[in-house]
């Protein structure tokens, strides 16, 4: 079936430091999947971060980016300068144009804590 | 204002009995979803809805009963409860099942305890 690995655990990063979390994929259609970054701040529900549904495009948002590697089956997320506002836990997740109606499939989740 | 409400916040059961998680969407959606995370486990898809039928169940277990009485309803009913029940269940929407590229709004989730 399809999967999502990220990077594990948690990631500590200071305040206006650059962010990279790793997410690969695997999915079983013949088509590309869509591909997706969620997010949830603490106390909050998951939110969506940004989307990219077709390969080779980059999504941006709130500062974040992913770029849809299809080559790689890769989509990292990055932000050039984290703020203290960014610790929250990031998850990564595709929806597999084949397979099952709008089932997203996550990764593991990784937190982020942003030091002053 | 919530968009998706999920109640109760917190539930703790015991072994054999039986729940029901409610979740209504005010988002005009018309499907929805639910997923489950368990401790140290990713969200886990569990059913879709689509104008209140069901499309898709991944739930190996027929303890597991979604309901949907109205277009923004769908609860979750859990019947002969096992401590391995235990996670947060998680309430979803999306405007539609078309395409798979909806984006789908998540509720807060309702963590259930099964002694």
């Known amino acids: 079936g399809d999967s999502v690995t990220q990077t594990e655990g948690q990631v500590t990063v200071s305040e206006s430091k650059s962010l990279i979390i790793n997410c690969t994929y695997s999915?079983?259609?013949?088509?590309?999947?869509?591909l997706f970054w969620y997010v949830r701040y603490p106390g909050e529900g998951l939110q969506l971060l940004l989307k990219?549904?077709?390969?080779?495009q980059k999504g941006s948002s709130r500062g974040f980016e992913a770029t849809y590697n299809k080559e790689a089956t890769s989509f990292h997320l990055q932000k050039a300068s984290v703020q203290e506002s960014d610790s929250a836990v990031y998850y990564c997740?595709?929806?597999?144009?084949?397979?099952?109606?709008?089932?997203?499939?996550f990764g593991a989740g990784t937190r982020l804590a942003v030091c002053p | 204002d919530p968009k998706i409400i999920q109640k109760p916040k917190y539930l703790v059961a015991v072994t054999g009995s039986e729940k029901i998680l409610i979740c209504e969407q005010y988002?005009?959606?018309?499907?929805m979803y639910w997923y489950r995370q368990s401790a140290k486990k990713p969200l886990e898809f569990m059913f879709s809805?689509?104008?209140?039928?069901?499309?898709d169940n991944q739930t190996a277990s027929s303890r597991f009963q979604p309901q949907s009485s109205k277009k923004n309803h769908l609860d979750l009913q859990i019947t002969a409860l096992k401590p391995d029940d235990s996670a947060t269940y998680f309430c979803?929407?999306?405007?539609?099942?078309?395409?798979?590229?909806?984006?789908?709004?998540f509720g807060p989730g309702t963590r259930l305890t099964v002694l």
């Open positions: 979803a929407s999306s405007q539609g099942l078309g395409g798979s590229s909806y984006e789908q709004y």
């Open positions: 999915a079983t259609s013949i088509g590309y999947p869509n």
């Open positions: 990219v549904i077709t390969a080779g």
């Open positions: 997740a595709l929806s597999d144009q084949g397979g099952s109606f709008n089932k997203l499939t």
């Open positions: 988002l005009g959606h018309n499907a």
């Open positions: 809805y689509s104008y209140q039928k069901l499309m």
